[in-house]
């Protein structure tokens, strides 16, 4: 059974940073696609930060407009973890991260993640 369990949010000023972690079990995604989406209240869920394995052993990274130069998105194989290490946060910024994985190609819907964690709160205070 695979299973994604996230950890690192909560409470911070605008300005500040937090570190999120994502750790998957029951099957390794050395190979495939782990993203982070966000939802905040009212809104739909948005992707945020994905990585794919690319040629030559080299993994690639891609980042929605709202938190390119913000947010950096990173992977430890041998951990079968994937983090997003957030800094210059805003109040915007707030909302429940998931973190999510696919047996298929890279993507940033939604709907085309198979997996996913039960999501940890973010709020950013201004």
């Known amino acids: 059974q695979v299973q994604l369990v996230e950890s690192g949010g909560g409470l911070v000023q605008a300005g500040g940073s937090l570190r999120l972690s994502c750790a998957a079990s029951g099957r390794t995604f050395n190979n495939y696609p782990m993203a982070w989406f966000r939802q905040a209240p009212g809104k739909e869920r948005e992707f945020v930060a994905g990585?794919?394995?690319?040629?030559?052993?080299?993994?690639?990274?891609e980042y929605s407009d709202s938190v390119k130069g913000r947010f950096t998105i990173s992977r430890d194989n041998a951990k079968n973890t994937v983090n997003l290490q957030m800094d210059s946060l805003t109040p915007e910024d707030t909302a429940v991260y998931y973190c999510a994985a696919t047996g298929r190609a890279f993507s940033s819907w939604h709907g085309d993640y198979d997996y996913w964690g039960q999501g940890t709160q973010v709020t950013v205070s201004s």
């Open positions: 990585t794919r394995w690319s040629r030559g052993s080299m993994y690639y990274a």
